[in-house]
């Protein structure tokens, strides 16, 4: 079982659509981060959330902490096929260490 | 901007073969990591680092499989003897060990054992 479930797995959409993918947990964390990887590269950290109900902006992304600290959303407006890639959603954990989420594989047709 | 560097970016080898990963930290960083990933696993942790002492590969088959760090600048990660099913897509990943900080990840080493 994995420790954060993301959903969809997979995503197709046209050029201009908008979109929401989830990341959801039973356990409550102390700060949730988000990834993008693009093919062929590694993840890069698109944003930290920290606050239960917090919510922070990138551009025509919006990230959303749920006000229980046990799920996230990434919200995107009219996407791009620039915005094609693997978002990943992760936790720090006390030891060092991350754990990921399997991704939301998001493919945005021109 | 600083870059996570890891070499080879492809290896294509025959199974029973020697392989070794390289991977340069961020100057400053002091906790590296080993990702393997994969369609089917996703990524999935091998072992990790913190001031050069490694703190768990539990992750990583030990038979096989082996972390190191040399020196601050240089990570190792060898599969000997190599086989087909760890064909995947190696990262190398540093930070700093305090907060919520993220992980600066390579581009990977792309590995086909055939």
């Known amino acids: 079982t994995q420790l954060l479930e993301q959903s969809p797995q997979f995503l197709s959409i046209q050029e201009g659509e908008n979109l929401t993918v989830y990341c959801n947990s039973s356990?409550?964390?102390?700060?949730l981060q988000w990834y993008r990887q693009e093919p062929g590269e590694g993840p890069v950290l698109l944003v930290t959330?920290?606050?239960?109900?917090e919510v922070k902006k990138l551009k025509r992304l919006t990230f959303q902490f749920g006000d229980a600290r046990k799920d996230s959303s990434l919200h995107i407006t009219a996407a791009q096929p620039g915005d094609t890639g693997l978002y990943l959603c992760?936790?720090?954990?006390?030891?060092?260490?991350?754990?990921f989420g399997a991704g939301t594989r998001l493919f945005v047709k021109a | 901007d600083a870059r996570v560097t890891q070499t080879p970016r492809h290896k294509v080898t025959e199974m029973g073969q020697e392989v070794t990963m390289r991977c340069q930290p961020i100057?400053?960083?002091?906790?590296v990591f080993w990702y393997r990933q994969t369609m089917m696993q996703g990524l999935e942790l091998l072992a990790y680092?913190?001031?050069?002492?490694?703190?768990?590969d539990s992750g990583m088959p030990k038979d096989r499989f082996s972390a190191e760090m040399p020196d601050a600048t240089l990570a190792t990660l060898k599969i000997q003897p190599s086989e087909p099913r760890d064909s995947a897509v190696y990262f190398c990943?540093?930070?700093?060990?305090?907060?919520?900080?993220?992980?600066?990840f390579g581009d990977g080493t792309r590995l086909s054992i055939l």
């Open positions: 990943a540093s930070g700093l060990d305090r907060g919520n900080q993220p992980q600066h």
């Open positions: 356990s409550v964390f102390s700060s």
């Open positions: 959330v920290v606050t239960g109900g």
């Open positions: 992760a936790v720090p954990t006390g030891g060092f260490k991350t754990i």
């Open positions: 100057l400053g960083h002091n906790t």
């Open positions: 680092f913190r001031n050069r002492a490694p703190l768990d």
